[in-house]
């Protein structure tokens, strides 16, 4: 384990944040929660999905105010009324998917809104290019202040949107999961990056779900479970075993549906799906009325493979059998023909169609069942959106009504409903209850019982451990876009879920 | 519930008809039967054009080709009829409507293979149609005496009281009104321009429904160009010039969403009318020609102001006392 030795335990945090609440309208997403940064020193904030760290970022760079505490800048309270009084403060943040002008140039990117004047109130171009050659000389840039920020990868943006940290003084760097989409050698550089943060004195809050990444490079970590703190010290101090467990330990306990787990034969059998770059040998069998989990962390390729399954981008390998018979999938139509169906994470983009009413949406993908000799008939259409709006408890005055009026509970209702009239054999459900609230996620579980009970077969990519543990047979768990372990029910834990996910290697007693 | 887009056509019609009146007012001529049958004569390639292009726009794309097929495919049947006078109206109507789709076609290939935006493929292949124009015709007219009586009666054909040229209107947005409520395809459309994404998890070829409906617009063109041709008995290369922005005003002022997915056949046609009503009233009363052209520009901004009003997202309903009034 490598990380700066000498850590002085006298520092006054350059930001604190004590008893921090956050609640938005029926949901408390932050309760007393307490988060120090010190200068020169990394603190990781970990979390599962739904801990709070993203709330976290948003408070400390001013973009939500906070219901309740006091947050410090070297130990004066002060209220970030937006977020330039964040940005004013040296706070900036770096994000997952960075926030730069593609068409600019990287000086531009780097003093876009604080660039130098000239005494003509216009900017001084040259000053913007030799100040920006200095920063990115600083952080070891490998191109050039004129090149436009299209032609730089990832990583190098990245650096770009570190050097434009250091452009404002920064005093604070924030980095969330940066490096969820850099390559392996890309990562290293990172870290170096980090380190030469550290010897300036900035105060680093590093986000991410890796645990190599937390030992390698940080100094302090934090950990919020369900939107409290849970505990916080050196890293020197902890062990991997001990900081999972701070991570899942469970205070409330979700009640799911009693399920029978009586499953029948097989149904779909998946064989050596690949794809050049996101996923490789994933094989494996559903049976009838079975709930099938996928785990794994956000970017671990469940979702990208189960794209290829539906057939919306074509894999370079891999077949699938549908009650033994071969099946080539090659668009999703031919899935939907096959009896899969798939109900995508994010609804609002890829569920529900706006503008047309909520009968038209539900038999939008069953038009070939309700028309005769190429005309729709309205009155089977009704009857069928009837049906199903009626087994999902669709609360609509009329189902004629327009979708979009309809609360985002109903409307996944609706798109649900859309997949049921399909009479699938297999559905996917990706990220089922993702952003909704307690009661209607209850809802959603005790349908997938029912569904599986009436000899559905469910597939359920999940990032959420109870979700996981409390409703699957058996759960498949991928990381870095293969399958790495597939765990019958009797074996789930919230530990051995994450140390899988994560690629931590099992406990070994006294490990410290 | 409000419904929203019968309140638009009604909006629409009533301007319509204010605008009728009003010119009634003044010359009570304007709303004889007769005359109102000629105005809707008049209007009936527009609206048979703007029927084609409000497919084409639900489906998130634009069609800025139609006038110049329209011209081209009209050049190609008047140079037909003068080399083989006494080819069948039948076969030049389906010459016509081929060829017409056959350009669509090269659009929607271009479009769904090529990923080329629509603007772009259609503002190419509109100079190039006209290009083609000039190329055959080699820049010359053709002429009502060298066309047969039969090719330029045709459109002017009176059954039951109407020109063919109305008949043919009237049957299109039948059938559009049919192909858009009761068919697969018109379904797919919505769906296509409401949400590409959901559209493509549902099993829609979203690139296959933008080129049927190119093909679609173009042979309404087709079919148009035939008749406008036939009616004013002349071909040259730029009839029609500058037609297609006439197309997009009348979708437009008839509430097609030009962001796609939202639009009826009625409010085609009725934005159709509105700017035949205004070409053809406004000079009985003595309005100038730019008058003509300021109302034109101000219908189509009142209209896009009033959906983007109506589009507005109205936010979520926290309240339970709100949702209650629903």
Same mark, same amino acid.
Not at chain 1, 312 to 323: E, F, L, R
Not at chain 2, 54 to 64: E, G, K, N, S
Not at chain 2, 210 to 225: K, N, R
């Given at each position: 384990?490598?990380?700066?030795?000498?850590?002085?335990?006298?520092?006054?945090?350059?930001?604190?944040?004590?008893?921090?609440?956050?609640?938005? =309208?029926?949901?408390?997403?932050?309760?007393?929660?307490?988060?120090?940064?010190?200068?020169?020193?990394?603190?990781?904030?970990?979390? %599962?999905?739904?801990?709070?760290?993203?709330?976290?970022?948003?408070?400390?760079?001013?973009?939500?105010?906070?219901?309740?505490?006091?947050?410090?800048?070297?130990?004066?309270?002060?209220?970030? $009324?937006?977020?330039?009084?964040?940005?004013?403060?040296?706070?900036?943040?770096?994000?997952?998917?960075?926030?730069?002008?593609?068409?600019?140039?990287?000086?531009?990117?780097?003093?876009?809104?604080?660039?130098? @004047?000239?005494?003509?109130?216009?900017?001084?171009?040259? @000053?913007?290019?030799?100040?920006?050659?200095?920063?990115?000389? %600083?952080?070891?840039?490998?191109?050039?202040?004129?090149?436009?920020?299209?032609?730089?990868?990832?990583?190098?943006?990245?650096?770009?949107?570190?050097?434009?940290?250091?452009?404002?003084?920064?005093?604070?760097?924030?980095?969330?999961? +940066?490096? $969820?989409? &850099?390559?392996?050698?890309?990562?290293?550089?990172?870290?170096?990056?980090?380190?030469?943060?550290?010897?300036?004195?900035?105060?680093?809050?590093?986000?991410?779900?890796?645990?190599?990444?937390?030992?390698?490079?940080?100094?302090?970590?934090?950990?919020? @479970?369900?939107?409290?703190?849970?505990?916080?010290?050196?890293?020197?101090?902890?062990?991997?075993?001990?900081?999972?467990?701070?991570m899942v330990g469970r205070s409330v306990e979700q009640i799911f549906p009693d399920r029978t787990h009586n499953v029948g034969d097989e149904?779909?059998?998946?064989?050596?799906?690949?794809?050049?770059? %996101?996923?490789?040998?994933?094989?494996?069998?559903?049976?009838?009325?079975?709930?099938?989990?996928?785990?794994?962390?956000?970017? $671990?390729?469940?979702?990208?493979?189960?794209?290829?399954?539906?057939?919306?981008?074509?894999?370079?390998?891999?077949?699938?059998?549908?009650?033994?018979? &071969?099946?080539?999938?090659?668009?999703?139509?031919?899935?939907?023909?096959?009896?899969?169906?798939?109900?995508?994470?994010?609804?609002?983009?890829?569920?529900?169609?706006?503008?047309? =009413?909520?009968?038209?949406?539900?038999?939008?993908?069953?038009?070939?069942?309700?028309?005769?000799?190429?005309?729709?008939?309205?009155?089977?259409?009704?009857?069928?959106? @009837?049906?199903?709006?009626?087994?999902?408890?669709?609360?609509?005055?009329?189902?004629?009504?327009?979708?979009?009026?309809?609360?985002?509970?109903?409307?996944?209702?609706?798109?649900?409903?859309?997949?049921?009239?399909?009479?699938?054999?297999?559905?996917?459900?990706? %990220?089922?209850?993702?952003?909704?609230?307690?009661?209607?996620?209850?809802?959603?579980?005790?349908?997938?019982?029912?569904?599986? $009970?009436?000899?559905?077969?469910?597939?359920?990519?999940?990032?959420?451990? =109870?979700?996981?543990?409390?409703?699957?047979?058996?759960?498949?768990?991928?990381?870095?876009?293969?399958?790495?372990?597939?765990?019958?029910?009797?074996?789930?834990? +919230?530990?051995?879920?994450?140390?899988?996910?994560?690629?931590?290697?099992?406990?070994?007693?006294?490990?410290? | 519930?409000?419904?929203?887009?019968?309140?638009?056509?009604?909006?629409?019609?009533?301007?319509?008809?204010?605008?009728?009146?009003?010119?009634? #007012?003044?010359?009570?001529?304007?709303?004889?039967?007769?005359?109102?049958?000629? /105005?809707?004569?008049?209007?009936?390639?527009?609206?048979?054009?703007?029927?084609?292009?409000?497919?084409?726009?639900?489906?998130?794309?634009?069609?800025? #080709?139609?006038?110049?097929?329209?011209?081209?495919?009209?050049?190609?049947?008047?140079?037909?009829?003068?080399?083989?006078?006494?080819?069948?109206?039948?076969?030049?109507?389906?010459?016509?409507?081929?060829?017409?789709?056959?350009?669509?076609?090269?659009?929607?290939?271009?479009?769904?293979?090529?990923?080329?935006?629509?603007?772009?493929?259609?503002?190419?292949?509109?100079?190039?149609?006209?290009?083609?124009?000039?190329?055959?015709?080699?820049?010359?007219?053709?002429?009502?005496?060298?066309?047969?009586?039969?090719?330029?009666?045709?459109?002017?054909? /009176?059954?039951?009281?109407?020109?063919?040229? #109305?008949?043919?209107?009237?049957?299109?947005?039948?059938?559009?009104?049919?192909?858009?409520?009761?068919?697969?395809?018109?379904?797919?459309?919505?769906?296509?321009?409401?949400?590409?994404?959901?559209?493509?998890?549902?099993?829609?070829?979203?690139?296959?429904?933008?080129?049927?409906?190119?093909?679609?617009?173009?042979?309404?063109?087709?079919?148009?160009?035939?008749?406008?041709?036939?009616?004013?008995?002349?071909?040259? /290369?730029?009839?029609?010039?500058?037609?297609?922005?006439?197309?997009?005003?009348?979708?437009?002022?008839?509430?097609?969403?030009?962001?796609?997915?939202?639009?009826?056949?009625?409010?085609?046609?009725?934005?159709?009318?509105?700017?035949?009503?205004?070409?053809?009233?406004?000079? /009985?009363?003595?309005?100038?020609?730019?008058?003509?052209?300021?109302?034109?520009?101000?219908?189509?901004?009142?209209?896009?102001?009033?959906?983007?009003?109506?589009?507005r997202n109205k936010g979520r309903v926290i309240l339970k006392s709100a949702e209650a009034t629903q």
């Open positions: 384990m490598t990380h700066s030795a000498a850590i002085a335990q006298d520092v006054t945090p350059v930001v604190s944040m004590d008893m921090i609440t956050k609640t938005f =309208p029926g949901v408390r997403a932050l309760d007393q929660v307490k988060l120090d940064l010190y200068p020169g020193q990394v603190t990781a904030l970990v979390g %599962e999905n739904g801990a709070g760290k993203s709330t976290t970022v948003k408070i400390l760079t001013g973009i939500y105010r906070t219901n309740g505490g006091t947050i410090r800048i070297d130990g004066n309270p002060v209220t970030f $009324a937006s977020p330039n009084d964040a940005a004013n403060a040296g706070i900036t943040a770096i994000h997952q998917e960075t926030v730069l002008f593609d068409e600019l140039s990287v000086a531009e990117n780097i003093y876009i809104g604080h660039a130098p @004047r000239n005494s003509f109130g216009l900017i001084d171009t040259a @000053r913007m290019h030799s100040n920006a050659a200095s920063l990115l000389a %600083e952080i070891g840039a490998p191109f050039s202040s004129h090149t436009q920020l299209s032609d730089l990868g990832i990583a190098n943006k990245h650096l770009v949107a570190i050097a434009r940290a250091l452009s404002v003084d920064a005093r604070v760097v924030i980095m969330d999961e +940066p490096t $969820a989409a &850099l390559s392996h050698k890309e990562i290293e550089e990172l870290y170096d990056l980090v380190d030469t943060l550290k010897a300036q004195g900035k105060a680093i809050l590093f986000i991410s779900h890796k645990f190599d990444e937390i030992f390698r490079i940080a100094d302090r970590y934090t950990v919020f @479970r369900d939107g409290g703190f849970v505990g916080d010290g050196l890293i020197a101090d902890i062990s991997e075993n001990d900081l999972v467990t701070m149904v779909l059998k998946v064989v050596g799906y690949a794809h050049p770059t %996101e996923f490789a040998d994933i094989s494996f069998t559903l049976k009838r009325g079975e709930i099938l989990g996928f785990y794994g962390l956000v970017g $671990a390729g469940r979702s990208e493979f189960m794209q290829a399954l539906f057939g919306i981008t074509k894999p370079s390998k891999g077949v699938c059998q549908m009650n033994g018979d &071969l099946k080539i999938i090659r668009s999703p139509a031919q899935a939907v023909e096959n009896g899969i169906v798939y109900v995508p994470e994010d609804r609002g983009k890829q569920g529900a169609i706006i503008g047309l =009413p909520i009968f038209q949406n539900i038999t939008l993908p069953s038009l070939g069942r309700t028309s005769k000799n190429g005309l729709l008939k309205l009155a089977e259409e009704f009857k069928l959106a @009837r049906e199903y709006s009626q087994r999902l408890d669709l609360r609509a005055a009329s189902l004629d009504q327009d979708i979009g009026n309809l609360s985002g509970g109903n409307q996944q209702k609706v798109v649900i409903a859309k997949w049921l009239a399909t009479q699938p054999q297999v559905i996917i459900l990706d %990220e089922p209850t993702k952003g909704i609230d307690i009661g209607s996620k209850a809802a959603v579980h005790d349908f997938m019982a029912e569904l599986a $009970a009436q000899g559905l077969s469910v597939i359920m990519i999940s990032s959420e451990i =109870p979700e996981i543990i409390g409703m699957s047979d058996r759960v498949i768990v991928m990381r870095d876009g293969l399958i790495a372990a597939e765990l019958p029910r009797e074996e789930l834990t +919230p530990e051995t879920l994450v140390r899988h996910a994560a690629g931590i290697s099992q406990p070994t007693e006294g490990a410290a | 519930m409000k419904r929203f887009i019968p309140l638009r056509e009604a909006i629409l019609s009533a301007a319509i008809l204010f605008l009728t009146l009003l010119v009634a #007012s003044r010359f009570p001529g304007f709303v004889a039967p007769a005359n109102l049958a000629n /105005v809707f004569n008049d209007t009936a390639p527009l609206i048979i054009l703007a029927l084609g292009q409000m497919v084409v726009i639900l489906t998130r794309c634009i069609d800025l #080709s139609v006038a110049a097929n329209l011209a081209l495919t009209g050049m190609v049947v008047a140079m037909i009829n003068v080399a083989i006078p006494g080819l069948p109206i039948p076969i030049i109507l389906t010459i016509a409507v081929l060829m017409g789709a056959f350009m669509g076609a090269i659009n929607g290939i271009l479009v769904w293979k090529l990923s080329i935006p629509p603007i772009v493929v259609t503002l190419g292949t509109m100079t190039i149609f006209r290009g083609i124009i000039f190329l055959i015709s080699d820049g010359k007219w053709v002429n009502s005496h060298e066309m047969s009586p039969a090719f330029t009666g045709f459109p002017r054909t /009176v059954l039951l009281g109407l020109p063919a040229l #109305s008949w043919i209107a009237i049957l299109t947005v039948v059938a559009f009104g049919i192909m858009m409520a009761r068919t697969q395809f018109g379904r797919s459309i919505f769906a296509v321009g409401g949400n590409p994404h959901a559209a493509v998890y549902t099993g829609i070829n979203v690139g296959k429904t933008q080129f049927w409906a190119f093909v679609v617009s173009g042979a309404l063109a087709g079919l148009t160009g035939y008749l406008w041709v036939a009616r004013y008995a002349v071909a040259y /290369v730029d009839i029609a010039g500058g037609f297609e922005l006439e197309v997009v005003a009348a979708c437009v002022i008839g509430g097609i969403s030009i962001a796609g997915g939202i639009g009826t056949v009625g409010g085609a046609v009725l934005g159709a009318i509105f700017l035949g009503v205004v070409k053809n009233a406004l000079p /009985v009363v003595d309005i100038s020609p730019f008058w003509q052209l300021a109302i034109s520009g101000s219908a189509i901004l009142i209209a896009v102001a009033f959906n983007a009003r109506s589009g």
